[in-house]
C-alpha cells in the first residue's frame, strides 16, 4: 500500500504567521511520531501518539509547537507565530507496534519549513 | 540534543570497497537501528539489532554491537554508488521503545 504521506512538501512563511503540517500515516498503523530535522544534523523527536492519544510531547520545543491526531490517522504539526529557527524539514513517521521489542518506523518525505 | 554520534562524520570511498560506520551512545538501549536517507528516498530503515544481539547480516549490511563499550558499527560490502547517503543510528531506551534518538548521521560518498 501506500507509504507515510506529508503536506506540504515545501512551505515558506512569514515570521509570525502560523503553519500546519500534515501526515497521512500508512493505514493501521497505530504508531505516529514528529520529528524535526535540521540541516546536516539527524532527525530530533518532537511528538509521538499511539492512535488518538499523545503519549510523549517532550521534545516539542517550546509552547508554540502543538500536534494533534484526533481520529487516530491523519495528525497535523501546528506551529504558532514561527520564528527563524523553526526553519527545519519536519518528518513524519508511522509504526505498527507499540509494544516492547522493537520495531521500524516508515518515513514520510517532510516538509521543508523555511521561515523568512 | 543528539544521543548518538556516529563517526566518522564524513567518508568517501571507490565503488567495490567496504565502508564502515560507528556509533557510540551514552544510555542503555533496548535496541538500536541504523537508517539510510537520501534525497531520493527519504529516511529508510535498513537494520535493527537489538540489545542481548551481537551481529546481524542484511544483504550487504552487516551492524555488530557491543553494549560494554556502547557501540555499534554498520559494514556495507561490496559498495555501489547508489549506497551514496547519509546514515543514521538510532537508540530506543529500556522501557520506552516509542523514544527513538538519533545521531548526527555520517555522509558516505561511493565515486564510481
Known amino acids: 500500500g501506500a507509504g507515510v504521506s506529508q503536506s506540504p512538501r515545501y512551505k515558506v512563511a512569514k515570521r509570525g504567521q502560523d503553519v500546519a503540517l500534515r501526515c497521512d500515516p500508512i493505514?493501521?498503523?497505530?504508531?505516529l511520531f514528529w520529528y524535526q530535522q535540521a540541516l546536516g544534523q539527524g532527525p530530533e523527536f518532537l511528538t509521538y501518539f499511539q492512535n488518538e492519544a499523545q503519549l510523549d510531547k517532550s521534545g516539542l520545543p517550546s509552547d508554540r509547537f502543538f500536534a494533534e491526531r484526533p481520529e487516530g490517522s491523519v495528525s497535523t504539526l501546528k506551529i504558532q507565530r514561527t520564528q527563524q529557527e523553526d526553519s527545519a524539514v519536519y518528518l513524519c513517521a508511522s509504526s505498527l507496534e507499540f509494544r516492547t521489542g522493537g520495531y521500524e518506523q516508515y518515513f514520510g518525505p517532510g516538509t521543508r519549513l523555511t521561515v523568512t | 540534543s543528539q544521543q548518538g554520534e556516529e563517526d566518522p562524520q564524513a567518508l568517501s570511498i571507490q565503488e567495490g570497497e567496504n565502508a564502515t560506520m560507528n556509533c557510540s551512545y551514552k544510555t542503555s538501549i533496548n535496541n538500536l537501528q541504523w537508517y539510510r536517507q537520501n534525497s531520493g528516498r527519504g529516511l529508510v530503515h535498513l537494520i535493527l539489532i537489538r540489545s542481548n544481539e551481537r551481529e546481524k547480516h542484511s544483504g550487504r549490511l552487516r551492524v555488530t554491537l557491543d553494549t560494554s563499550k556502547k557501540s555499534s558499527s554498520l559494514l556495507i560490502t561490496a559498495s555501489r554508488a547508489a549506497d551514496t547517503a547519509s546514515y543514521f543510528c538510532?537508540?530506543?531506551?529500556?522501557?520506552?521503545?516509542?523514544?527513538?534518538?538519533f545521531g548526527a548521521g555520517t555522509r558516505l560518498t561511493v565515486k564510481p
Open positions: 538510532a537508540r530506543t531506551k529500556p522501557y520506552n521503545n516509542n523514544d527513538m534518538r
Open positions: 493505514s493501521g498503523h497505530v504508531s
